[in-house]
């Protein structure tokens, strides 16, 4: 089981840009794809986007693409969530995880580990 520690949220105005980070250990990083999710108040958790175990291919939420891109660093255990032109409704908790092989990652499915979570509020 790998441990996930999300950070870099905090509270922007609509049309900035903010990066999270997600730092990983206590498994073999390179060998997971990784996601980002995000839950709102009130609603489920959505898929926000994923990552190869090589950075390559990605994939993203209809509501995010162009928007925000998603990067891993392998060397140093850590994948990254890139925000830009964020809006009101991109506020959430966000939660980076990590996938077993042989799931359906590139569709949101299979994530085993989670991180605690991290707020990124927006406002209007």
């Known amino acids: 089981q790998v441990q996930l520690v999300e950070s870099g949220g905090g509270f922007v105005q609509a049309g900035d840009s903010l990066r999270l980070s997600c730092s990983a250990s206590?498994?073999?990083?390179?060998?997971?794809?990784m996601g980002w999710f995000r839950q709102a108040p009130g609603q489920e958790r959505q898929f926000v986007g994923s990552i190869s175990w090589s950075g390559r291919p990605t994939f993203y939420a209809d509501s995010v693409e162009g928007r925000f891109t998603i990067a891993r660093d392998n060397p140093k255990n850590t994948v990254y969530l890139q925000m830009n032109n964020l809006k009101f409704e991109d506020t959430a908790v966000y939660y980076c995880?990590?996938?077993?092989?042989?799931?359906?990652?590139?569709?949101?499915?299979?994530?085993?580990?989670w991180g605690q979570g991290n707020q990124v509020t927006v406002s209007s």
């Open positions: 995880a990590a996938a077993m092989p042989g799931s359906s990652w590139y569709n949101g499915y299979g994530f085993d580990s």
């Open positions: 206590g498994g073999p990083f390179s060998r997971y794809a």
